[in-house]
T-cell receptor, first 115, second 113 residues
């Protein structure tokens, strides 16, 4: 299957700072990327869907000003957690798809800890 | 709206026992895809299988097998002769119209030696 690389795999930051997570499709062009959040012992919850070159579509209850998503190229999407707080500590995972109806491939995930 | 229910939150077995994970889904769409993923402690999601709504054939891959029953909206997963390396959280997921993946709550499988 196709490879999606997510970086960093883990990050610790201080409360009030911003953190950027990158999601790259290494061997295909990702027209659509998805960002999920997973709290401990819970399922994956979709945060937003981003299409290359357009604004992301956020799920209900997800603050777009807090979770900034940029999908400026066909191989890279970024999620920036702005003014992070301890309650933002979670596992963030992206997935990428190369066309309508095609399967989405997942990155390795990023474990964010805000102290 | 789509919904996926995995009624078992945790299953504990002894090595070599078989274990079956239940998955029940809800959708009004006639065309949809069902998935199973494995999430080991390291966190990454490992793709196991995809099945489309028009293919009800059961599938076997090594020690893994899947039973898709449209009549009961179920897509159950069986691990035969479980091994310690099978210990992980397993997610069932549904993709219907709109192309979003809806995940079930996950089932944690613990295989004891």
């Amino acid at each position: 299957g196709a490879v999606v690389s997510q970086h960093p795999s883990w990050v610790i930051c201080k409360s009030g700072t911003s953190v950027k997570i990158e999601c790259r499709s290494l061997d295909f062009q990702a027209t659509t990327m998805f960002w999920y959040r997973q709290f401990p012992k819970q399922s994956l919850m979709l945060m937003a869907t981003s299409n290359e070159g357009s604004k992301a579509t956020y799920e209900q209850g997800v603050e777009k000003d807090k979770f900034l998503i940029n999908h400026a190229s066909l191989t890279l999407s970024t999620l920036t957690v702005t003014s992070a707080h301890p309650e933002d500590s979670s596992f963030y995972i992206c997935s990428a798809r190369d066309g309508q109806g095609a399967e989405a491939f997942f990155g390795q995930g990023t474990r964010l800890t805000v102290v | 709206a789509q919904k996926v229910t995995q009624a078992q939150t945790e299953i504990s077995v002894v090595e070599k026992e078989d274990v079956t994970l239940d998955c029940v889904y809800e959708t009004r769409d006639t065309t949809y895809y069902l998935f199973w993923y494995k999430q080991p402690p390291s966190g990454e999601l490992v793709f196991l299988i995809r099945r489309n709504s028009f293919d009800e054939q059961n599938e076997i891959s090594g020690r893994y097998s899947w039973n898709f029953q449209k009549s009961t909206s179920s897509f159950n997963f069986t691990i035969t002769a479980s091994q310690v390396v099978d210990s992980a959280v397993y997610f069932c997921a549904l993709k219907a119209a709109g192309n979003k993946l809806t995940f079930g709550g996950g089932t944690r499988v613990l295989v004891k030696p």
